[in-house]
């Protein structure tokens, strides 16, 4: 093994000891049973629902015990890193309402950038190797390689140890020389594992966990060829969670085969152990088979699919928090949302993300909103999402609150037909003129094929004897009225008995006007339609049919 002296003189002179960081970064002063999470993503890709999931659940338990919320930036993998991603994190996260109690910029376990942390990391990869728990390896890529070809041929584990790690009891003299000549080195971990032993540990989600344990030399510190001496995430997860003291280490399930890697780590710096809780994984339904939600092939894998829809963010949580605790979706979003979030009912099996389910969940949060709120909503997210709509609603606003308040104000059961601000154009877009096209053609197939001269006839007589109606029966009395005058049918019924006589029934009558006042064939009660729209707007869409 390398003298101190000589270890000392691979890293910087200043590097401060390991002591300076633990007085540094103090434990935590916490109350029993209060948590500190940490959410951690890696700026590699655009953020995906889990890592929604995974920082809601982050939040929720350290807000409901009262503890801390952290982000930490994993930005080691600088090949993969994706520019950006990390500043789209936190637009992401805000807008979820899932930004972090300590983050850059916040907070006095920082950074919370771990490229920013490399004096850190170093420390500690200098204290182990110090100690002869770690130790410099100069394999290059290509021996390496080669030597993972070999171990698949011969059918023998993959990974450096035993024979298969070639530097681990390297003669000094070699590891002299090659430093000497300036060649690139990792630090590998001495892992003191053996082949035959099991190691145990206890999963809070899954319970206690036993696992053969790991005998390969993870490399602790990237090649010292490049300018920042970066961590492998089995180094950084171990310094920094225990630095920035951590109680609770929820992450991703693929994270449970590196377990007794990160167990060994603590060992050999002389770590208290954190609790893990590995989070099964989100899954889509395909056909009769179950498959993870992948970022490739399915929309609604990325977290910005909810944002540009325009969900509520309060409809999301609550349908997470539902897939975290199934008991919490039997409840109402608002009671879902302050109920606490259990890891131990978590589950080991990945939880089905259902679209209409969270449609459904939306609509009824959207329900029970004020109109003024929906329409707020709403023109946030036009103005980014569907800028026509934000430019026709917004000189109207008092508009778009008397169409939205249609079964909506003062009724027991509001209608639930907005599950994301972006179904405002569906359903209410029709009162709006410049998303309005007047129908002026008597022969339009929404029309229900009426013919064109009785569509005409309907029209001026209905503008004729025009009256705001008070209430639906009021209404349709009127056209029933109406329309007998004009040829159609008082009922289905009796337009069924002879059709010959009439030119429709009062049903296809109501429709030519609905479709004419709202271009759809299915609309709240005409009554409350024209109510909002006012006779003089009543008067120009029907008059459109009179040409
Ligand atoms: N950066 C890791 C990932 O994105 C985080 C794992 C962890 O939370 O420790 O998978």
């Known amino acids: 093994m390398l003298d101190r002296d000589e270890i ?22 916490l109350a029993d049973g209060v948590q500190v999470m940490r959410f951690c993503p890696s700026p590699t890709g655009a953020m995906h629902l889990g890592g929604i999931y995974v920082a809601m659940l982050d939040q929720a338990i350290a807000r409901q015990s009262g503890g801390v919320y952290i982000i930490r930036i994993e930005d080691t993998d600088q090949e993969r890193e994706v520019e950006g991603a990390a500043g789209d994190f936190d637009r992401i996260l805000g807008w979820f309402g899932l930004t972090a109690d300590e983050f850059d910029g916040q907070g006095d376990y920082g950074p919370y950038t771990q490229s920013q942390r490399a004096d850190i990391y170093m420390s500690f990869a200098r204290d182990l190797m110090r100690r002869g728990k770690a130790y410099p390896c ?16 011969m059918k023998v584990q993959p990974g450096y140890y035993g024979r298969w790690a070639p530097w681990r009891d390297a003669a000094d003299d070699l590891v002299r020389a090659r430093l000497e000549a300036g060649e690139p080195y990792v630090v590998r971990l001495r892992s003191p594992g053996e082949g035959e032993r099991r190691v145990t540990f206890t999963d809070i989600i899954r319970g206690e966990i036993t696992a053969n344990d790991n005998q390969n030399d993870v490399v602790l510190l990237k090649s010292s060829a490049s300018a920042l001496r970066l961590p492998t995430y089995h180094f950084a997860h171990l310094i920094d969670d225990h630095l920035m003291r951590a109680t609770i280490v929820l992450r991703g399930e693929e994270w ?26 989100l899954m889509k339904q395909q056909g009769s088979a ?8 399915d929309p609604e894998a990325s977290a910005e699919f909810y944002i540009e829809a325009g969900y509520p963010r309060q409809a999301i949580l609550s349908f997470l928090r539902g897939l975290a605790n199934s008991r919490l979706s039997y409840l109402t979003v608002a009671e879902s949302l302050t109920e606490p979030v259990h890891l131990e009912e978590a589950g080991m099996a990945g939880p089905l993300v259902d679209l209409a389910k969270l449609d459904h969940v939306a609509s009824e949060w959207i329900a029970l909103m004020d109109s003024e709120d929906v329409l707020n909503e709403v023109l946030i997210w036009a103005g980014r999402y569907d800028p026509e709509l934000a430019a026709a609603v917004e000189p109207d606003r008092g508009l778009a609150v008397r169409a939205l308040d249609i079964e909506r104000k003062g009724v027991e059961n509001p209608r639930k037909d907005l599950g994301k601000w972006s179904d405002f154009r569906t359903y209410y877009g029709y009162f709006f003129n410049p998303l309005f096209d007047l129908v002026s053609d008597q022969a339009d197939e929404r029309l229900g094929g009426i013919a064109p001269e009785a569509v005409r006839k309907l029209c001026a007589a209905y503008l004729d004897r025009y009256v705001q109606a008070p209430d639906g029966d009021a209404w349709f009395e009127h056209l029933r009225a109406v329309s007998e005058t004009c040829g159609f049918a008082p009922t289905v019924r009796a337009y069924k008995d002879a059709p010959d006589q009439f030119v429709g029934s009062v049903r296809e009558a109501s429709q030519i006007i609905r479709v004419a006042l709202t271009g759809t064939k299915r609309s709240p009660g005409l009554h409350l339609v024209t109510d909002v729209l006012g006779e003089p707007e009543v008067r120009r869409r029907i008059g459109a049919l009179l040409g």
Request: no cysteine.
């Open 138 to 153: 100069f394999a290059t890529k290509d021996e390496l390689t080669a030597m993972a070809a070999e171990q698949r041929a």
């Open 290 to 297: 179950r498959r993870k939600l992948s970022k490739r092939k």
């Open 8 to 29: 000392d003189a691979l890293f910087p002179s200043d590097l401060p000891d390991v002591d300076h960081w633990e007085r540094h970064f103090p434990k935590r002063d």
């Open 256 to 281: 449970i085969s590196s377990v007794p890697v990160h167990l060994q780590l603590l060992e050999a710096n002389g770590f208290e152990r954190i609790p893990y809780a590995h989070v099964a994984p």
